[in-house]
């Protein structure tokens, strides 16, 4: 399955970045890409640590929103390291200039990022190409 047929993109932030993870999710979804996030997407009631690992389990990619609230949090390692665990792409998208530290220097040290700033709309549009294009090259490798 491909990310514009079928799947979702599982988004990764802190729940401190609320409103600027709800305005990816609703300029994502515009353009037909599907996506999961934790504050609408996990039933009332539903262990959060299930709903979770179900999720990305059967994500076609995971937005990573890096902020100074995201930085530093010990949640999303955890979610990006089973991101990593079973090979789905992620896509670093920086919400403001912060530089990754510690063990999230790590795990981005060999990749590129995308940044909302100082053009969010740019930025959303270079994420969403980004995905397309990654979605097309999983079908060509695949046929």
């Given at each position: ?35 999961w ?48 665990s079973i ?57």
């Amino acid at each position: 399955m491909t990310l514009t047929n079928a799947g979702h993109l599982f988004i990764c932030s802190s729940s401190k970045d609320g409103d600027a993870a709800r305005a990816v999710v609703d300029a994502l979804e515009a353009t037909g890409l599907k996506c999961w996030i934790t504050s609408r997407d996990v039933p009332p009631g539903r262990s959060y640590q299930e709903a979770i690992v179900e999720a990305l389990e059967v994500a076609h990619g995971l937005v990573f929103l890096l902020s100074d609230a995201s930085a530093g949090s010990g949640e999303i390692l955890k979610e990006l390291s089973i991101a990593g665990s079973i090979n789905i792409p992620v896509y670093p998208l920086r919400l403001a200039p912060v530089i990754p530290a510690g063990a999230l220097r790590y795990e981005f040290a060999a990749r590129r990022w995308i940044d909302l700033f100082p053009d969010r709309a740019k930025g959303l549009r270079n994420l969403v190409e980004t995905i397309r294009k990654d979605d097309r090259a999983q079908l060509a490798a695949k046929t």
